[in-house]
Structures are given as C-alpha cells and as structure tokens.
C-alpha cells in the first residue's frame, strides 16, 4: 500500500512546497509595499490546517492497522494471501470421472515401478547365482571324470596341472594354459584327447575352435604334428579309444563311465 501511495505523496508535497513558496513572498510583497504583515493573521489558520492534516494521517495509520489484525472486522470474513484453493469435481459428468479414473491409474502405476525394478533386479541376482552354482557343479563333475579317466596316463603332478587347465579352460583364461606330457610307458594318443576334449567343452559349453586350441597347447608332445583345424574338425570322429565319445542328455552333464563307476562300488558295498 505504502508503494501505492508514494506518487500522490509526492504531489502533495509538491503542492504544499509551492503554497509555501507562494505565501512567502505574496507576504514578502505586501509587507514591503503596505506594511500588512500576513504572518500574523494566517498563523492560527497554518497551525490548525498542519494540525488537522498530522492528526488525519496518524489516525488513517491507525485504522488500516486495527483492520489489518481484524479489530474492525464488523463480522465480516476478510480473506488472506495465503487462503487454500479447494477443486471441486463434478461427479455427474462423466468425462471428468474418466480423467480422475486415468490420472489415479498412471499415479498407481508409477508408484509400482519401483517395486517392479527391484523384483527384476533380485530375479536376475537369482539367475546369476543359479548359474555361477551350476557352473561350479559342471567343473567339479570334469575334476572327477578328469581323475577317473586320466589316472592311468599322467602322473600326479602332471595331472595336478591338468586339472589347473581344466580351471583356466572352464573360465575363460587361456594364458593360464601350461603343457604336460604324459607317461613315457603309456602315452595317451590324439583320439582319446580330441575325445576328452569334446566331452568336457560339450558341458562346459565351449566352441569347438575353443576346444582344440585347448588340447594342442597343453598336449604339445602328443599333438605335435596336428593342427588346430584338423582337431577341431575331428573331435568327435568314431575312432576306437581308452576314452569314448560322451553325449550329455537333456541337460545332463554328468558322465556315463561315471554313473557306472559309481553303480559298481555300491554293488561292491
């Protein structure tokens, strides 16, 4: 209110500064030429008029003070700046109700993503740990089977190694690889090897390519004259061998001389 009132203020003052202006030297005048001195005469007026005008100003402070708290209400409700704004909606018309119904539905919806998010993020936990379990069971099964079926091959710390490559091969490491040779008495011969190495990379699920790069690096005597090509062409051939071709079934990564190894010692019991 204040910041509305300066420019009537102003031009107020203005006139007052040009009455007074003017008074002075109308008296000036007539005191200099008639010897009438206005001062005198207009005095108690000037008091009374400045006195009047303080006194209107002091009470209108007043007023909007005691209206401004609610004293001169007069049983009238005078609303604030900060009154809330109520939205009614209108149930009878339909299309009004379709919207509410919409908003209320894409509201609900963005509440449950998150809870969507986090039951995919826990699936997908259970998935990775499904298979980093199965994984580890596959490779234990090959550390058996490995024992089993080279046991009469190598020599212990010779398949101490193999075992290291069967680690490097089922995880993806093949700078780990290290070459052995086996026994000088009994060597193993390349069918029996490229045998081994499908059986294995079958259940690791490893590329052929894969599979005989593998044997040729670590069997570098027995395989000297063999290329990567030609092993991975030929792995499983239908060569006679100490070691035979194994087909996992439906899934079934376990190893059929095991099975049979393992029916044989409960026979034995």
Known sequence: MADNNRPTNKKASLVLALACIIFATVSTILYENHQIGLIGYSAPFIIGTVMAILSCAALQRLFCSLFGKGYLSFGCNISTKTEAVSIEINTDNPKVLSQTDNTASAVSIVT????????????????????????????????????????????????ETLHENIDALAYGQPELYKPIRSKEDNPIKSPALRHFAWNIGERLDIPLIDRAKFIKEIFPHELGNATIEYLSKNLRDSVTSKIKIDVPENGEYRFDCMKNFADRKISSC
Do not use: G
């Open 112 to 159: 449950q993503r998150p809870s969507y998010l986090e039951k995919y993020e826990v699936r997908i936990e259970e998935l990775e740990r499904a298979k980093k379990e199965k994984r580890t069971a596959i490779v234990s099964t090959i550390h058996d089977y490995t024992t089993y079926i080279m046991a009469e091959f190598f020599s212990k710390d010779e398949l």
